[in-house]
């Protein structure tokens, strides 16, 4: 026989949607959601078995760490993958890139465009239109080579 503990249910139910609440309005990116999972996930244990208080707390403490657990997982791949894209830099995320000088570089300074921007980049004297490689950063000048240049490959 199915138990049906609706106090219980309906106080974890409205733990867990005020939680979820205040994640999506006050505090994106935090880990309330995770716990206030974990609450819906209670409330739906007291709706289906008879627990003590004590228990229910005891269990929705182990739920609460479990979620928790689980958002760090997911969060810190996000970030991890937010800083792999260059999100966080995203001049980074030109190093290694081709692009084609606009302006030659003459006594190594010239253009290149990327996107919509054309960027400062320092490197060998190169006629305009030459296919180059970016290889670092200088504050917001791009270092890059020819492509295809072998000294890129082994400097």
């Known amino acids: 026989m199915l138990y049906l503990g609706l106090p219980a249910m309906a106080g974890w139910l409205g733990i867990g949607m005020i939680l979820i609440a205040v ?5 994106p990116g935090s880990y309330l959601l995770w716990i206030g999972l974990a609450a ?11 627990l003590g208080p004590g ?9 609460a760490l479990a979620a928790a657990m689980i958002g760090v997982r997911v969060y810190g791949s996000r970030r991890a993958n937010a800083t792999d894209a260059g999100l966080d830099d995203p001049a980074a995320g030109l190093v290694g ?8 570089i003459e006594n190594g300074i010239g253009q290149a465009r990327f996107g919509d921007s054309i960027w400062r980049v320092t490197g060998p004297d190169l006629p305009a ?13 791009l270092v890059v080579v020819a492509k295809g240049d072998p000294e890129a490959a082994a400097g």
């Open 23 to 27: 994640e999506m309005l006050v505090a």
């Open 129 to 141: 239109g030459a296919l180059v490689e970016v290889t670092a950063l200088d504050g917001a000048t």
């Open 97 to 104: 890139r081709e692009l084609q000088l606009v302006n030659a």
């Open 55 to 63: 228990t229910e707390l005891v269990l929705f403490g182990l739920l």
């Open 40 to 50: 819906l996930a209670m409330a739906l244990v007291s709706l289906i078995v008879s």
